[in-house]
């Protein structure tokens, strides 16, 4: 026997289709975690990896996590055998006099993120984490959630954070200044962009924050409080769900993109939201479906340690696309998806029969994301204009690359003088020394034109590029004109594919095309007539930069332009079909000429994400 690390994985082999599967599911996740409570229950330390956060709070990330799908469970007749263990946790890190405490909140800090998982679980199972504690510990909890509620929130989906602590204070019939929850409730409005959309601040990025943190939150609020505000948050949830469900494919999985995708199966707490919400945005057979699958898309993958802990990563274990704010406890925040667990069996959400996803046929434009997204054989690839994260660590790949997928996610690089290293799928590579390079980090302008998205970016000042991206399924097609004042060297990527051993796999490099075949994967890339020739490369991209498999082919085409213009004309193909090569391969589709690109900006509309706030017409 060789040992699998996917059969540590606590779903395998769970069917992920019932309510009590998912009950399973829950417990099974939550139990390699036991081992690792403190002897006074109130820190959860996993490891010895680090989030740029002290390690009290890491502590307290462990501990608070798992509450997002432990009360639900509870309050839905679940049986949770340890929450004696929560009680006396909290009753310790919240007592300034105990080794355990979990130190006060001092300013903008990691602790006013947990602490809305306390806020919900104190809202909806007072009997388990209130009730059981002395009035001593009552005081001390709430001095502790009153004192972090006097700080300022960051200016994004933690405003949530303080409005969920104050519905458990309100719940529990303390008194506080609400006036300070109406002010938040205010500015998260401000947020929102039109047709379900937010944004996560003031940001120009729009990604998962939307539906497992923003839709999420305003959801539990709209079941635990009834106003106007709560009407809003469920009519939103309704106009959001018929673009979001774009973003899953058939097999469950959904499009990789954006920052802390170490959450994983978080993904699925919009779904899961809706059915403790009581909101039928799409039949709820669907809705059910969206969210089982998506469980089940995880449950073959080696995403746990050993011991059953998940792991920081996505596809597997890889701290190098982690955000600096990912401790060890941070996965657990996928969570989220057992929200539903709080409804009964009877509930239409686990009543109805699940339902396959009806995937639109023609691509599908999305204008405040920036996306036109295309839906295939086992994938669903989500063209983008490029958006804008300059703060999280690879934040450029993980925001503006062309396109993104749910089978084969997206590379980040692992050194920037890599040139000739560098994964670079879905990307266009600049380099002026060989050595270093740049990619697109920011635009200019994005706009969208029917089903054609595009950009105008800069990898240097004095370097000018416009991207066009249109489908032409089951190809996408790129057209870049640039403008340079010196030669550059290029390169230019497709998707990943999972890459197997003993060089099994079968690779065609030539003028103007790469291809690779791998067990089940094509992917390709070909040159469509640019103004210089280009050498196709089937590129053996370095291990551990893909978040779905370790190791990855990239088919790329690589050349040097020369100073002036430039026009490169590619086409790009990937399929969970490795006949392609005799098939689509050989009937590639045809580029636009840059005039024709041109005259669509007389019907271009901006894209939201790279919008100013409050402009949205």
Not at 364 to 388: E, W
Request: charged share 20%; aromatic share 12%; net charge negative.
């Amino acid at each position: 026997m060789i040992f699998d690390p996917a059969s540590r994985n606590p779903l395998a082999g769970n069917p992920l289709a019932s309510r009590s599967d998912m009950q399973r599911a829950l417990t099974d996740l939550f139990d390699p975690l036991l081992p690792y409570f403190s002897t006074g229950n109130a820190r959860v330390r996993l490891d010895a990896s680090a989030g740029h956060f002290d390690r009290a709070a890491a502590d307290l990330e462990g501990f608070a996590r798992p509450l997002w799908g432990l009360a639900p469970f509870a309050t839905g007749g679940g049986d949770f055998a340890f929450w004696h263990r929560y009680a006396e946790g909290i009753a310790n890190g919240t007592d300034p006099k105990h080794p355990e405490y979990w130190g006060a909140v001092k300013g903008r800090d990691q602790r006013m993120v947990e602490l809305a998982a306390l806020g919900f679980a104190l809202a909806l199972v007072p009997e388990k984490l209130w009730d059981p504690l002395p009035l001593s510990a009552k005081d001390n909890l709430v001095a502790y959630l009153k004192h972090a509620r006097r700080f300022d929130y960051a200016d994004n989906n933690w405003k949530f954070f303080r409005v969920l602590v104050d519905i458990a204070l309100d719940r529990l019939g303390v008194d506080y200044d609400r006036s300070l929850t109406e002010t938040y409730l205010e500015e998260l409005d401000g947020f929102y962009i039109a047709d379900g959309w937010y944004r996560d601040g003031n940001v120009r990025r729009i990604d998962h924050y939307v539906p497992f943190a923003i839709h999420f939150y305003g959801l539990i609020y709209s079941r635990l409080v009834e106003d106007d505000r709560a009407r809003r948050y469920r009519e939103r949830a309704v106009l959001f769900a018929t673009d979001f469900r774009h973003w899953f494919a058939e097999d469950g999985a959904t499009i990789a993109f954006g920052r802390s995708l170490t959450y994983r199966f978080a993904c699925a707490g919009f779904w899961s939201a809706l059915a403790f919400a009581d909101v039928e945005a799409l039949p709820w057979g669907e809705i059910k479906g969206l969210c089982l699958r998506h469980l089940r898309w995880w449950a073959d993958k080696p995403m746990a340690h050993s011991d059953g802990v998940l792991s920081i990563g996505y596809g597997y274990p890889n701290l190098l696309m982690s955000e600096s704010y990912n401790s060890a406890g941070s996965p657990y925040w996928a969570f989220k998806s057992f929200l539903a667990l709080a409804v009964s069996e009877t509930h239409p959400f686990w009543a109805s029969e699940e339902k396959p996803l009806s995937s639109a046929r023609e691509p599908v434009p999305l204008r405040h994301p920036g996306m036109v997204v295309m839906h295939g054989k086992g994938d669903v690839v989500a063209l983008s204009s490029g958006q804008q994260n300059l703060q999280q660590r690879f934040g450029t790949e993980k925001y503006a690359k062309f396109a993104y997928s749910a089978r084969y996610g997206f590379s980040v690089e692992c050194d920037e003088r890599g040139f000739h290293s560098g994964a670079f799928d879905s990307t266009l590579a600049f380099s002026d020394d060989g050595l270093h390079y740049r990619v697109r980090e920011t635009n200019a302008e994005a706009t969208l034109a029917g089903n054609v998205l595009f950009s105008r970016w800069s990898p240097w000042p004095d370097v000018t590029v416009e991207t066009w991206l249109m489908p032409a399924g089951p190809w996408h097609i790129r057209v870049h004109r640039i403008v340079t004042p010196r030669p550059l060297e290029t390169a230019e990527g497709g998707f990943a594919i999972a890459r197997r051993d003993f060089e099994m796999d079968t690779l065609s490099s030539a003028v103007g095309a790469a291809h690779a075949i791998g067990e089940e994967d094509f992917t390709g890339i070909l040159d469509l007539g640019s103004t210089i020739a280009r050498d196709g490369i089937a590129h053996k991209a370095p291990p551990n930069t893909n978040l779905v498999v370790a190791k990855t082919l990239v088919p790329q085409l690589r050349g040097t332009i020369p100073a002036g213009e430039t026009i490169l004309r590619t086409a790009v193909l990937a399929a969970r079909d490795t006949t392609t090569i005799a098939g689509d391969w050989l009937n590639p589709p045809s580029a636009p000429a840059v005039h024709e690109l041109v005259a669509l900006s007389a019907s271009a509309v901006v894209v939201s994400a790279m919008d100013a706030p409050g402009h949205i017409p």
